[in-house]
């Protein structure tokens, strides 16, 4: 073969490599593109699909929260006997009870909301039995007076999960 031939072969293989290698570039773009676009919209179903369900589980919380607000529970749970501890252990299994139904809302919440509300639902068991310790108090009656003047000088630690919840809630709205 002469060097013409060569140079002729060349001048049509070089445009056409080119020519390949760009539109491999632009259809690899383009497939990155509509990989993309088909992700976003499997997402943005996926969060219309899951919003229900979290704003549930974050009313479900809500609820739990007002049930084990103590000014709640000391009026819903009557003592069944006039001992202290009893009527202590009956209002302690009651707010137990009603977070092991919730359990499963903790994977629609994040872990910082769900800290918080398991958080208050300890310190609300704490108060209870702080106050059933107490030498001042002989029977059950005595233990909701005490519980409920309590309430007057500070904050349920429930107000301030149900804080936290309506401030996470109106966040999630907002995106």
Not at 32 to 52: A, C, V
Not at 78 to 103: G, R
Not at 114 to 139: F, G
Request: glycine share 2%; proline share 2%; with cysteine.
């Amino acid at each position: 073969m002469d060097l013409s031939k060569i140079l002729e072969l060349l001048s049509y293989t070089i445009p056409a490599i080119i020519t390949g290698g760009v539109a491999y570039y632009f259809f690899n773009l383009h497939i990155k593109n509509e990989d993309g676009k088909r992700r976003f919209l499997l997402m943005r179903e996926g969060q219309k699909n899951s919003m229900p369900l979290r704003l549930q589980a974050y009313e479900r919380m809500t609820l739990f929260l007002e049930r084990i607000g103590l000014s709640n529970l000391l009026i819903r749970i009557s003592p069944i006997s006039t001992d202290k501890n009893d009527y202590c252990n009956f209002v302690i299994s009651h707010i137990e009870q009603e977070f092991e139904h919730n359990l499963a809302q903790q994977i629609y919440m994040t872990d910082e909301c769900w800290t918080i509300i398991v958080t208050s639902k300890n310190a609300t068991i704490q108060m209870i039995r702080k106050a059933t310790l107490s030498s001042d108090v002989n029977n059950a009656d005595q233990l909701r007076e005490a519980l409920l003047s309590d309430l007057l000088e500070k904050q349920t630690p429930s107000s301030a999960a149900l804080a936290y919840i309506k401030k996470e809630v109106a966040d999630f709205l907002r995106y």
